[in-house]
């Protein structure tokens, strides 16, 4: 009888080994090894970090030429004192590696095509889908060749080596107990770091601030409306912009370039039509900065301000810091994954920046000799075109491979083999031409901001800055304020690029970058008898009396309220900054307003609906959290934007982009009678005040379910996260209670806002505020996970302590590590 319980035992015993140590899928996904998940010696119970954690301790380099040491705040922020510049980088690695290290990793792989190796092929291929879209964009490639200028400057290449040595310094030591929680569950190990990953972040951030674009949708619209229809639904500027540079400024110019003699027949007149699936940044990352001389601040001194909208990622995108070497002290926020502090300030100067909203990225129709795509026409003959074969690996899963062609252009991104991609029949492919993917050293530029002491080092830096263009804003302690739209653009014709272009010959090509002393910019001191401020929030620019055409995609509300603001303001102190980069006031909707209730037809309400109509109308266009007025607006709105348009847009299939919402607020206000306001599904002839009334009536249902689900207060409607990486609920901080929205200053989405906010006051002993959505930490189990978010959907700040020598028994020095070569 003993038997039986003996293989009873066995049976359950290699039944509960086979459970622990098969990769299991549940619900459609992949879980992590049980077993090794769970091991109380190497699984997720040893990412719990306890609230008392000590981050003491010594560490042996051998990369290092010196001592340094590393004290830690009570914020876990690192102060790094180091003997230079490359163990400064060196030690920097380190600690980004130690705190962010599957983070770094993680968007090198979204950067390079490599989602599907490790996360499988998703929901409808769309993990291999968007890995084949970054490789025939040419990442890699790119980064390639960004390594390559890198590390011809020999300073910028010792210290991405140093900063390599440090990252690769950690993880040699890494135990599997201690790897970052989403390794575990990916069930996945770090790889050796490299400068190519740096460069492949670097491409990563290019992407994200200059990869989004409207080529295929402006194609469709230019081929399905009318050119006076069009001209209505595009304009090429906004009424309202107040553009970055003053109206007025005067502009020289280089050589300005002349358009192809067949651009009436074969480009602005020709119809295409196309469809082409691509994941896009988000069209709203961008960004506010401004710098006040001293002119303007109860002070005298400069204040400088930046919050960068990016997305609201955890663990945060940014990783703050103070470095302090021989040569220079700096304080701000490095990007994991790339050495130096990016946006900040030294001991002399403060910058902050601003995404310069550009259109640096173009399509060319490709006309292949076959199916083959081995050649293409091009002045007049048949072209080789060179071909590689990209092997995606696919995490349980068949590798997929895609035969890439190039061309003269660059890479062809969409050819008959793209899933979603298809152009009404024809057989033809489209080539992108980026300036991203040219060699480049954006790096140095952060390598000089380190050091740099007056404007003339300011200048010398950004010259080598070319993708993405952005505003660099500037204020030193000497009194000056600049900022400079700082890239490498193309010299273009009138709407060059704004649609799809012919690839058949070198007519299209650029044909001239502008020069670098012809971008926009602006100059200031204490003695100016000007507005005493620079500014920039993604605006136009410049006005029509720039000689370079610019495109059209340029937000103007931001970029408007800043502007006003900070003319009507004198006297001005850090607090009064805070006040105006939390602003949750809505110019938009404060322009629009008026306009909908003189138009809407309130004897046709309900006493239900005059209700909602008398909420919307008390309100002070404030998006505060608790706000109704703002859910009514957004519903309103979008209601009237559809029923004006979707009559039209939808006797089409082809993907198109709609109107901007200045586009629509500008054509009302200047004629009631817009031809697009009129149904032409029906027979009668709608007024403006009818389609008003009507998107009102629709939009009560919309706020009646809101209000039954309790989300009628902006912040529950609007739903701010600041969400994983990996999109896991369990591992973000979902339903914040901030305000804001998209044409706030204070420019909070559901999943993107302000991902810093800082505020320098270049007093002689500086002094500045800062806050971002996350914590120093990307560990889940961390209390400095998520720490500062709280105070960010607050509108509160910390103040930032730059530390000195003289400060290592200073009572706010919690932790400290010392780095020694041995």
Not at 435 to 440: L, V
Not at 469 to 498: C, H, L, M
Not at 562 to 588: C, E, V
């Amino acid at each position: 009888m003993r038997i039986f319980p003996f293989f009873l035992s066995l049976f359950l015993t290699a039944g509960l080994i086979a459970l622990l140590c098969h990769q299991w899928t549940i619900g459609g996904k992949k879980a992590p090894v049980f077993g090794e998940f769970l091991s109380p010696q190497h699984g997720f119970w040893q990412n719990a970090e306890p609230a008392n954690e000590a981050f003491d301790g010594k560490v042996a380099l051998p990369g290092l030429s010196a001592k340094g040491d590393v004290y830690f705040d009570e914020h876990l922020i690192p102060h790094v004192f180091a003997a230079s510049r490359a163990d400064a980088c060196y030690i920097q690695g380190y600690l980004h590696a130690k705190f962010r290290l599957w983070q770094m990793e993680f968007q090198t792989f979204a950067a390079s095509g490599r989602l599907s190796e490790h996360l499988g092929a998703g929901p409808g291929n769309a993990y291999v889908t968007y890995d084949r879209g970054m490789r025939r964009l040419g990442m890699v490639t790119a980064a390639y060749a960004a390594v390559g200028e890198m590390e011809k400057n020999p300073a910028v290449k010792a210290d991405c080596d140093a900063y390599t040595a440090g990252v690769n310094a950690y993880i040699s030591q890494l135990k599997t107990s201690e790897l970052p929680l989403e390794y575990k569950l990916l069930n996945y190990a770090p790889e050796p770091w490299s400068n190519l990953k740096s460069a492949l972040f670097v491409k990563y951030m290019a992407y994200d601030l200059a990869g989004h674009d409207n080529d295929f949708e402006m194609t469709n619209a230019k081929s399905f409306f009318s050119k006076e229809d069009f001209a209505k639904l595009y304009p090429e500027v906004q009424d309202s912009v107040d553009p970055i540079i003053p109206k007025g400024t005067h502009f020289t110019s280089g050589i300005l370039p002349k358009p192809p003699a067949t651009v009436d027949s074969l480009y602005l007149n020709r119809p295409i039509t196309v469809t082409a699936a691509e994941s896009k940044p988000d069209k709203d990352n961008g960004s506010n900065n401004w710098a006040v001389s001293g002119k303007k601040t109860l002070s005298g001194r400069p204040i400088l301000c930046n919050d960068p909208h990016l997305s609201t990622n955890l663990p945060a995108i940014w990783y703050q810091m103070q470095i302090h070497t021989p040569d220079y002290n700096v304080y701000g926020v490095s990007f994991p994954g790339a050495p130096y502090v990016i946006i900040g300030f030294n001991d002399s100067c403060a910058w902050g920046i601003t995404n310069s909203e550009r259109d640096v990225r173009d399509y060319y129709a490709i006309k292949f000799k076959d199916d083959t795509r081995k050649e293409y026409w091009f002045n007049g003959k048949w072209k080789e075109a060179s071909q590689r074969v990209d092997t995606i690996l696919v995490r349980d899963g068949l590798p997929f491979y895609d035969t890439v062609a190039t061309t003269v252009f660059g890479p062809v991104m969409y050819d008959p083999s793209f899933a979603g991609f298809s152009d009404e029949g024809t057989t033809k492919s489209y080539a992108v031409h980026w300036a991203a993917a040219n060699p480049s050293n954006e790096i140095k530029t952060f390598q000089l901001f380190q050091s740099m002491k007056n404007y003339t080092d300011y200048k010398h830096a950004i010259d080598s800055f070319q993708c993405p263009g952005q505003n660099f804003a500037y204020a030193d302690k000497s009194g000056i304020v600049a900022i400079w739209q700082q890239g490498t653009f193309p010299a273009k014709w009138k709407e060059q690029g704004r649609f799809v272009m012919p690839g058949e010959d070198s007519s299209y090509v650029w044909q001239s970058n502008i020069l670098k002393e012809d971008n926009p910019m602006m100059l200031l001191d204490n003695t100016d008898p000007g507005r005493g401020f620079v500014s920039s929030a993604n605006q136009l620019p410049v006005d029509t009396s720039y000689p370079y055409y610019l495109g059209i995609d340029f937000p103007p509300y931001r970029g408007l309220i800043i502007n006003r603001r900070l003319n009507n303001l004198n006297s001005i102190t850090p607090a009064d900054m805070m006040s105006l980069q939390t602003s949750n006031f809505d110019i938009f909707a404060a322009m629009a307003k008026p306009l909908l209730l003189r138009h809407i037809q309130e004897e046709r309400l309900n006493p239900d609906e005059r209700n909602f109509l008398g909420i919307f109308r008390n309100w002070g266009c404030n998006n505060g959290p608790g706000e109704v007025g703002p859910v009514i607006f957004q519903y309103w709105w979008s209601h009237l934007t559809k029923d004006i348009f979707d009559d039209e847009f939808s006797k089409s299939s082809l993907n198109m982009m709609r109107p901007y919402e200045s586009t629509l607020l500008e054509a009302l206000e200047k004629d009631t009678g817009y031809s697009f306001i009129d149904n032409i599904n029906t027979p009668q002839k709608e007024t403006l005040g009818q389609v008003v009334t009507q998107a009102f009536l629709q939009s009560v249902p919309d706020l009646a379910a809101a209000s039954r689900e309790d989300r009628l207060t902006w912040a529950k409607n609007k739903d701010t996260w600041a969400r994983h990486l990996l999109r896991m609920p369990e591992l973000s901080r979902t339903h914040l209670p901030i305000g804001g929205g998209v044409h706030c200053i204070n420019a909070a989405k559901k999943y993107h806002g302000p991902s810093w906010r800082m505020i320098v006051h270049l007093t002689d002993k500086t002094e500045a505020y800062g806050v971002y959505p996350g914590g120093q930490s990307g560990n889940p189990g961390s209390p400095f996970y998520d720490n500062f978010v709280d105070k960010w959907a607050a509108g509160q700040y910390n103040a930032l302590w730059v530390m000195g020598p003289e400060d290592v028994k200073d009572k706010r020095v919690r932790w400290t590590v010392h780095f020694s070569n041995q």
